[in-house]
């Protein structure tokens, strides 16, 4: 895909890639082998007829392409752009032992986008089943459980904490990996199926349970949001933020307009961010946009990093700085930031995940000067409502435990995405929302154990 050159794109929140022409698009996609057993389908989540959109695609029917994804996957500009495709249907491709694998995502997006506004979907449902289903969060565990359930006939009522639905595809995913009005267009075809959307509703709080529990059946969808902190000294200075809290602020709340918009973000001139995974690149991208220089500090070696490997290269191409093998210890300054004290980290024997174990280097500490420190480290699942769920089973990191059709141990409620699973990605909620709303549905037809 054709990317905008990194001295230009730095400067604003325009789209980094660009996409594929139709010409490049038919050519890729006539790649395709149509392998008889083809195990791209197997690494997809949802399930898409990949073989099926390539061959539409290689023939010119761009819409039936889009009609063929739509069927498995009603968001398939936003999985287009962000699914890490690398570990899944293009990780399974055939080709890719060989040569090199399909680039199904930047197929996918392609299809989406081509055909945007010729609707094509199977939107009509099925006859009202007279059952009423509630989705507590609508990022996309909760779009797609409630588009599956509405199909399938179901009353469904969405509930959202937020102004806006989406989750992380609208708090947390910057501008300018998922340009918002592609993930509102998407939402709009869920909302067209008869979903009814309650924003502004923290259940558990806004919202009591018992509200919840008088509906045939609840699909708990809220995420893992909950930002972990390294319990360092000085992390209650001012300048020091959680990467969501950073991002909800510039990605939804658009603080990079203000004061033209309501809410404000420190903008920073020096700052440092602390992790290595999707979450820090977006982060430490924002700021660079945001005019900031931004050092990403990261306790193992680059090669490391859990950020897909494009994230890395578009971090670096604009001018983000790596400090690799290092930790914060401390961070200084009263009342606000000053500096990060760092510690060196030595690469020690494999640990559990495969990876060298950090350890310290005595005596090897050293400041970073930095206005600002955004801690993107990791989250945990959401635990207010887990909370309110008397005698749900949790487990050890607070998430609900659920069996793999996503029933929880309470009798009508169900659980997928990131509350279930801790922080995961979007394809994976996605189908953790389809096969509960599979299981619920045939449980609310009695077939199950309702
Ligand atoms: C910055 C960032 C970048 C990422 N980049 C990628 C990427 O490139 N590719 C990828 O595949 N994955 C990425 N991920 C991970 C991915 O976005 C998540 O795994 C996915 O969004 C999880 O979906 P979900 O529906 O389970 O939860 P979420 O998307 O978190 O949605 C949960 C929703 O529930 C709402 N909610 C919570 N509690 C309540 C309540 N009590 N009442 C009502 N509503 C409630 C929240 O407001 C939220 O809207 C990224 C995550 C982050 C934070």
Redesign the pocket.
Known sequence: MVERAAEVRVHDFGEVDLGLGPDEAVAEAARCLQCKKPACIGGCPVGIDIPGFLAAIAEGRFVDARARILEANLLPAVCGR???QESQCEGACILGKKECAINIGALERFAADVGEGEESAPTEPAPPSGKRVAV???????LTAAAELARRGHGVTL????HE?????V???PEF?LPKAIVRAEIGRVLALGVELRTN?????S?PVKELLDFDAVFV?????LPSFMGIPGEETNGVYS??EF?TRVNLMRADRFPATGTPVKRGSRVVVTGGG??AM?AARVALRLGARVTLVYRRREEDFPA?RD?VRHAKEEGVEFVTCAAPVRIHGEPAVTGVECVAMAMCDLDESGRPEPREVEGSTFVIDADTVIQAIG?SP?P??VRLLPGAATGRKGNLVVDEDGRTSLPRVYA????ATG???????MGA?KRAAAAIDADLRGAGRL
């Open positions: 962000v699914c890490p507590v969060g609508s990022g996309p565990a909760g509930y959202e904490s937020l639905p989406g989750g992380v595809l708090y947390g995913i990996r509703m923290l259940v558990g709080a919202v969808a809220t995420g893992a949001g990467a969501n991002l999707n979450v977006d897909r994230e989250t959401n207010l409502l997928g995405g990131d509350i922080a995961a990605t979007v394809i994976l909620a929302g």
